[in-house]
């Protein structure tokens, strides 16, 4: 496709565009009375205008209900998390008796290390990427010692090359083997919050299983990107947050997979807790835990209805759009803001280096050499909302659920007015 760096053309691609109307089904932030080009849907996606009516149906509910609420809601919230699973399954490739949603991300992956992180004294590696996300080598690392390991010896990182932008996954999977029968399990970004690159997911899933280990993925910036397959692909377990690509509100609710052959276990080591109980059992009290047939078996407290209503409302969206149609556009989008970048840098005499490899979803990462942070002050104050790394990277997400061709113009011509 031959792209051009014109407003006509831009709004010629909007026109075409079959998820146009969906830019105004999101609420936007404004400068200076306009609103913004929106590109950290990576980082925190924009509230869907539904979201407000289902918080408020369940305040509304409260007061007119109380405790009675849990089961006599329009949605009661005894089992309100179960309507997730149908239009979650989708999204990640799961059977829907494979997600749930329940607490946080850095807590879901904690509490599905107790299942899949086992060591023994022959097996206790974790194979991880180099410079995950902090929070992630946080997690890894307090579970190693947990178990009374050193972080030093029991975490292997696989790194990239020197010179090197993204991790190849040939060095992931000989890493693995070199790990071989210590490995006790892989556990990676699938989507690299950095570079934005996309893991051979399937790849590295089955190398993992090669070597007897589990295999578990961080999806933080996975979910609602790119296309998954976790049951297919045969990946023990998965968490995600919502916040990001899936629009659900700050600090929301995180989604969790756990594949069926885990299902109905009683003795998988677990921690526990009556929402995780057989549901039509759970109000009799029992003294003994059984587990519900699903990944619900992993939810331990009642349900935070309050924070799952906006990530509800968001998921409605992607029932209705679909991952299929999300990527296409993602894919064309992506591609004229690289165009457009390459464009302006040809302008100007910039140099804008992608360093986002082409097995990429929404995220471009971009180094702006030989620019400071001035450059990201002025794009902030002219209204468009990028993310800033240092030393000079700025990561560019245009979602395809609310960006238009014609915002990746508008970036253009704002950058091009800086130089
Ligand atoms: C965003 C992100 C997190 C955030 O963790 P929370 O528990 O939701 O605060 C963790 N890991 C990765 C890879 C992320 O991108």
């Not at 276990?265 to 009799?284: C, T, Y």
């Not at 997400?397 to 970036?411: I, Q, R």
Request: aromatic fraction near 12%.
């Amino acid at each position: 496709m031959q792209f051009r760096n014109t407003q006509e053309y831009a709004q010629h691609l909007d026109q075409q565009d079959p998820l146009r109307s969906y830019k105004d089904q999101f609420l936007f932030p404004k400068v200076k009375g306009k609103e913004v080009i929106y590109f950290t849907g990576n980082s925190l996606g924009l509230q869907p205008k539904n979201a407000k009516k289902f918080v408020d149906d369940i305040i509304n509910d409260w007061a007119e209900l109380a405790v009675e609420g849990h089961f006599q809601a329009e949605k009661p919230w005894w089992d309100y998390h179960e309507r997730f699973a149908q239009k979650l399954a989708p999204v990640v490739g799961a059977k829907p008796a494979e997600v749930t949603v329940m607490n946080t991300l850095t807590v879901n992956l904690h509490l599905l290390m107790v299942s899949f992180y086992r060591p023994t004294k022959q097996r206790y590696k974790i194979v991880m990427e180099e410079k995950a996300f902090p929070s992630d080598q946080y997690m890894m690392a307090s579970q190693v010692r947990f178990h009374g390991l050193d972080p030093e010896e029991a975490i292997v990182e696989v790194k990239k090359r020197s010179g090197e932008h993204s991790f190849r996954t040939e060095d992931i999977r000989a890493k693995i083997k070199e790990v071989g029968e210590e490995c006790a399990l892989v556990l990676m970004g699938g989507v690299n919050y950095y570079n934005g690159q996309v893991l051979d997911m399937e790849t590295i899933t089955r190398a993992g299983k090669e070597v007897g280990a589990f295999v578990g993925w961080d999806l933080a910036h996975a979910a609602g990107n790119v296309e998954l397959k976790l049951h297919e692909w045969n990946v023990d377990f998965a968490a995600w947050c919502s916040y990001k690509y899936m629009n659900s509100g700050p600090g929301n609710a995180a989604g969790c997979f756990v594949h069926e052959q885990y299902h109905g276990q009683k003795d998988i080591p677990r921690f526990e807790g009556w929402w995780g109980h057989n549901k039509e059992r759970r109000f009799l009290m029992e003294p003994e835990f059984q587990p519900e047939p699903n990944a619900n078996a992993w939810q331990i407290s009642n349900a935070p209805v309050l924070a799952l209503a906006p990530y509800l409302a968001s998921l409605e969206l992607f029932e209705e759009v679909g991952m299929s149609a999300l990527i296409e556009k993602r894919n064309k989008i992506v591609a004229y803001l690289e165009f457009i970048l390459q464009e302006i840098a040809k302008e100007v005499g910039g140099n804008f280096e992608v360093i986002t490899p082409k097995e990429r979803g929404t995220q471009l990462s971009v180094f702006l050499h030989g620019q400071g942070k001035e450059l990201f002050h002025y794009l902030m104050q002219n209204g468009v909302i990028i993310d800033w790394r240092e030393p000079n990277v700025i990561r560019l997400a245009p979602a395809p659920f609310y960006c238009s061709y014609t915002d990746m113009f508008e970036f253009g011509q704002i950058i091009r007015n800086y130089f």
